[in-house]
Structure formats: C-alpha cells, structure tokens
C-alpha cells in the first residue's frame, strides 16, 4: 500500500499533504473559467488622476531620463509611468502628529493600526501585467517597490513593509488595473516572524544562513526552475500552492534595500519570465505574491528575502481553514517541471 506524503515546511511548523499519488497536472487547471472584474470607469487609469489621493510617488518621463516627484492638494501629476497613492480604505494609517510605542502598543493583544496602505499603479497600460509588460517597465516597478520600502522603513513605528500583488478577482484584486500594494506593520507579522526566528536558530547553530542553504540544494535538485547569474527560482518542498514558486536573489540580502542596482533588470526578467510560464500553462490564473524580507539591522546575518508566488488554483475548505494544514494536488515536482520545461522553452 503507498501513501501519499505529508511534508513540513523548511522552517515554518506547517505541513502539507502532497497528492503524490493520484497527482494532477498543470494542464488540469487550465481550463477553469476565471472571473473578470466588472467594467467602469477605472481610477487608476490616466486621465482619472483626481479620484485618487494625491500620489506620495510618481515616476515621470523627462527627455531621456526619469524624474521622481509627488502630487499636491491642488495639482495631480499627468504622463506617469509610475504612480504610488495613499489607498482610499486603509487597513493601517500614519499618525497625525508623532506617536510613541506606549501609544501604539495598548496591550500584549491590541495595537493601534497605525502604519501605511498604499497602492503602487505599475504602469498607464490598464492590462499591463508581469508576464506581458516591458522589462524597462518592470525595472521602474521594482525601483519604486525599493524607493517605498526605503522611506516606510524609516518611519519609527514601522517594524514590518509588506509589498504584494493581487491578480484576478479571485485572488482579491478588486481593480483589475495592474497595481500591487504596500502595508507597513507595527510588528512583524506571523509567517515572516516565524522565518527570522527560525533562521536566527538556524544561523546561532550553524553560522550560517539556512536560506543560502536551501537555494544549494534546490538548484540541483527536481523542484529547480530557473537559475541566471543573480537569481534562483524553484517550488518549494512543501508547497501549499499549486504551481507555487519562490525566486531568490543568489547574493546574501536581507531586503531588497540592499540589492544592488546591477540585480534589478535581472530580477525584472526573471519575474517576467516565471510569470509568462504560469500564464500559459494554467491559462492566467489568479494568484498573489508577496516579498519577505527584513528590516532590522540585527537579522542581516541571517535572513535572505525572497519572493513568494501563491497561484490561486485550489479552494482551501474544511480540513485548511479548520487545522492550518493543508492538500496539494500538484506535487512541487510536477510544477518545477512544467515551469522549467516551459521557461527554456521562451528563452
Ligand atoms: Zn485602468
Ligand atoms: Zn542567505
Ligand atoms: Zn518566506
């Protein structure tokens, strides 16, 4: 008798059972109907400046070089490539006048959601999307992901900067303009928590980063993907996702604050790339993706962002939502090797 297997996480306490069994394909998820967001009149596209917030970034177009401002009250930038505004329903927002920790922290279990929301349009294009848009493009999204972290992480009561993508209404994206969104944090949420305790562990045991390690190993093993001179992409062994990827600079980083210039248009590509083969193999699927990083100077040593691809093929029920385990269809493997098969072909 063969069982399937139920494999944990590399360093969280979360477990999955990977339908080794009676698995499915890529090619099984491909013919889902995906819904579309309705159509109106979309704020994000331009012309709409002034149903927005003033923008707090916008990248500008001038001659051949590119200048970064911000709106005002009274004047609305036009000609953006890049626009970064306040969300209209935040989950977090800045305080008014300074603010200390005693005030946010009310007790062991309430915060006040004090922190930043914002939505970062990547590009005028309304369709514009990883897989299909320019890498010259992609490269201004990446600078001002890094732009935005760099200011929020600043800010004294900001111990976390979340930087995700939603696309496709199943996924949660409620605008189908291509934009991707910022959160800060007053405290460093649960998975990513778990990721810099156990690397902490990790590093005090070994002297050395456990993420360095794992990249070792997955770049030869059957869940690679993708390997250029700056990054690696692979499935991870204990993928809760179908078609779940994560992409990892090859240098030691703990957040894209210290990626060097020299890594962004690789990493533009790279997503490009990944994201064009999920496309055509499960026909544009929803998904979400998020980037973990860190930014307190002391996890430096041991904590390597990356970024996490979650497509959104299978609907967690019961057991997920009940237990915190849960069941994939698609062993990693299948995935890896679709991806990979997929991404040489394009290149
Ligand atoms: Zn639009
Ligand atoms: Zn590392
Ligand atoms: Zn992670």
Request: net charge positive; with cysteine.
């Amino acid at each position: 008798m063969s069982f399937n297997e139920f494999r944990k996480d590399y360093l969280l306490d979360r477990w999955v059972v990977i339908a080794t069994e009676r698995g499915r394909r890529p090619t099984d998820f491909a013919k889902q109907e995906r819904q579309q967001s309705k159509a109106g009149v979309c704020p994000l596209c331009p012309g709409n400046e002034h149903m927005t917030p003033p923008a707090v970034l916008v990248y500008l177009q001038s001659g051949k070089r590119m200048k970064k401002d911000k709106d005002t009250n009274d004047h609305r930038h036009k000609n953006w490539l890049i626009r970064v505004i306040p969300n209209l329903y935040p989950a977090f927002s800045p305080p008014k006048d300074k603010i200390s920790k005693k005030q946010i922290v009310k007790t062991e279990n309430l915060f006040l959601a004090v922190g930043h929301h914002e939505v970062l349009v990547e590009s005028p294009a309304h369709d514009d999307h990883p897989a299909n848009t320019s890498i010259p493009q992609l490269v201004h999204v990446l600078n001002a992901y890094v732009d935005r972290l760099r200011e929020l992480s600043k800010k004294p009561y900001v111990q976390y900067v979340s930087i995700f993508r939603n696309h496709g209404l199943e996924a949660g994206a409620s605008l189908s303009h291509a934009h991707s969104q910022i959160i800060t944090t007053p405290r460093v949420p649960g998975i990513v928590k778990e990721e810099v305790a156990a690397s902490k562990k990790f590093w005090k045991q070994n002297r050395k980063c456990v993420f360095c390690d794992i990249i070792e190993k997955e770049r030869n093993g059957p869940r690679f993907i993708l390997e250029n001179p700056k990054f690696v992409v692979f499935a991870p062994y204990a993928s809760i996702n179908p078609m779940e990827f994560w992409i990892f600079p090859k240098k030691h980083e703990p957040s894209l604050l210290e990626m060097s210039p020299s890594e962004v248009k690789p990493l533009a590509e790279t997503m490009k790339t990944c994201f064009r083969s999920l496309k055509t193999l499960v026909n544009d699927p929803p998904y979400n993706f998020g980037f973990h990083l860190a930014i307190n100077k002391e996890a430096a040593a041991y904590y390597h962002w990356h970024l996490e691809v979650y497509p959104r093929l299978a609907i967690w029920a019961g057991f997920e939502k009940s237990t915190g385990a849960y069941i994939n269809t698609i062993t990693p493997e299948t995935a890896a090797e679709s991806l990979r098969t997929d991404v040489n072909k394009s290149q």
